[in-house]
C-alpha cells in the first residue's frame, strides 16, 4: 500500500499527465474562439433584425406664420404635429420572422464549421497516436539492429566477417539511425499541432492516452439523420419564403396617422388624419411576392444539387474506409507471418552464414516498408473517417 502512495506522489510531483481524447476536445470547447464567434453573429444577426423591423422613429413637425389680415389686429400663427407609420395587421412579426428564419439556417450552416473543428481534433489525436506508435516501433527496431551490430563489431575483431560487411551493417545502422530522427520529429510536430489547436499547454510530460482510439472497421454506421444539419437549413429558408409570400400577398401593410395642433389669430384648431397607401397604383408588393417564389424554387433546386453531390460524396468516402481497412487487415496478416515466420529464419540462416549480409538488409527493409504502409494506411482511414463524419454533419459512434 506504501508503495502504491509514493508512486502515486511521485506521478503527481513529476507533473506528468495523460489526455484522453474527450479531455481533449473539453479543453477546446472550454476555450473555442470559434464557437465563441459563431454565438456573437447569432446575437448580432438578431439584433440587426429587431433594427431593421422596428416602427420608424415618430415625427414632429411645425410651421409658423406671421399674419396680417385686413381687419383686426397682426399677429403669430402656428402648427405641430406628430405623424407615425404603423404596420398593419401583423406584417411586423412576419418581417422579423422571415429575417430570423434565415439568420437561424446560416448559424445552423455556421454549426459546421464547429462539426468540422472537432472532427478534425479527433483526426489529429489519432495520427498522432499512430506517430507515437510508430517512433516506438522503430526505436525498438533500431536498438535491435544497434545490438547486432555491436555483435558484428566483435565477429569482425576475431575475424569472422569481412570488412565489406561489417561497413555495409554500418551504413543500415545509421541510415536507420537518420530516419529513427526523421520520424520522432513527426511524432511532436504532430503533438503540437493537436495541442496548439486544442489549446492545451505543451509539455513533453503531457501525452495521450491512446487506448481509446476509434476501431478500424470495414462498414462504418452512420445514421439515417445524415446531412441534418443541410436538412435544417433548407427547411427553415423554404419556411422563410413561405412566410414572405404569405405577406406580400395582404394588399395593406401599413397606414400612416398623424395629429395637429393649428394656433389661428383667433381660432385654435385640433386635427387627426389617416394615411393609406392605394397599393393598386404600384406592383411593388406584387413583384415582392413572385421574388419570394422564385426564391423557393431556387432554394429547392440548388439543396437537390447540393445534397447529389453530398451523397456521391459520401459513398466515395466509405467505399474509400472500406478499401483501407481490407487492407490495414490485410497488410497486419502479412505483418504477422513476416515476424512469426520468415523473419526468425532470416536471422537464423544469416547467422549460420547461409545467406548474405545483402539478403538479410533486403529482408529488414521490406518487413519495415510493411510497417510504414501499414501506418500510413491507417492514417489514411482515420483522416477519412472523420472527414466522413464531417461531411454526414453528425455525431459519430463508436
Request: include cysteine; charge should be positive; glycine fraction near 4%.
Amino acid at each position: 500500500m506504501k508503495h502504491i502512495i509514493l508512486f502515486a506522489l511521485l506521478i503527481q510531483f513529476s507533473g506528468a499527465s495523460t489526455l484522453t481524447l474527450k479531455k481533449v476536445l473539453a479543453s477546446a470547447n472550454n476555450n473555442n474562439a470559434l464557437s465563441k464567434s459563431i454565438e456573437q453573429e447569432a446575437l448580432r444577426l438578431e439584433a440587426r433584425n429587431l433594427a431593421d423591423t422596428s416602427l420608424d422613429p415618430m415625427e414632429l413637425y411645425g410651421t409658423g406664420t406671421r399674419a396680417h389680415p385686413k381687419f383686426g389686429d397682426n399677429g403669430s400663427e402656428y402648427s405641430v404635429g406628430l405623424l407615425q407609420k404603423l404596420s398593419w395587421g401583423d406584417t411586423q412579426e412576419q418581417d422579423q420572422t422571415i429575417s430570423r428564419l434565415n439568420n437561424e439556417a446560416n448559424m445552423l450552416e455556421e454549426d459546421k464549421k464547429i462539426l468540422n473543428f472537432q472532427n478534425g481534433l479527433k483526426s489529429l489525436y489519432h495520427q498522432h497516436c499512430l506517430d507515437h506508435k510508430n517512433y516506438k516501433s522503430f526505436r525498438q527496431n533500431y536498438d535491435d539492429f544497434a545490438k547486432l551490430y555491436k555483435k558484428k563489431q566483435k565477429a569482425y575483431k576475431y575475424q569472422e566477417i569481412s570488412k565489406a560487411e561489417l561497413m555495409q551493417l554500418e551504413i543500415e545502422k545509421n541510415k536507420l539511425y537518420a530516419q529513427l530522427q526523421e520520424i520522432q520529429m513527426i511524432q511532436k510536430m504532430s503533438k503540437q499541432k493537436l495541442f496548439i489547436l486544442g489549446r492545451i499547454n505543451l509539455s513533453s510530460k503531457t501525452t495521450l492516452a491512446c487506448s481509446d482510439m476509434y476501431p478500424v472497421r470495414e462498414n462504418v454506421k452512420v445514421g439515417e439523420n445524415r446531412f441534418q444539419l443541410s436538412k435544417e437549413a433548407y427547411d427553415k429558408r423554404i419556411q422563410s419564403t413561405q412566410v414572405a409570400i404569405e405577406r406580400y400577398s395582404k394588399p395593406l401593410d401599413s397606414i400612416s396617422l398623424a395629429v395637429q395642433y393649428d394656433k389661428e389669430l383667433d381660432v385654435d384648431k385640433y386635427s387627426i388624419g389617416v394615411s393609406i397607401p392605394l397599393s393598386f397604383t404600384s406592383n411593388r408588393t406584387e413583384q415582392e411576392r413572385v421574388a419570394a417564389m422564385h426564391k423557393s424554387s431556387a432554394i429547392d433546386f440548388q439543396y437537390e444539387q447540393t445534397m447529389l453531390e453530398k451523397k456521391s460524396m459520401f459513398f466515395q468516402l466509405r467505399s474509400t474506409l472500406k478499401s483501407n481497412a481490407l487492407m490495414i487487415k490485410s497488410l497486419k496478416s502479412n505483418l504477422r507471418d513476416y515476424k512469426k515466420n520468415l523473419m526468425p529464419l532470416i536471422k537464423k540462416s544469416y547467422d549460420l552464414g547461409e545467406s548474405s549480409v545483402i539478403e538479410y538488409l533486403l529482408n529488414r527493409q521490406n518487413y519495415h516498408q510493411l510497417k510504414q504502409e501499414l501506418f500510413a494506411t491507417q492514417k489514411a482511414y482515420y483522416r477519412t473517417l472523420f472527414r466522413l463524419y464531417t461531411l454526414s454533419e453528425m455525431k459519430d459512434r463508436k
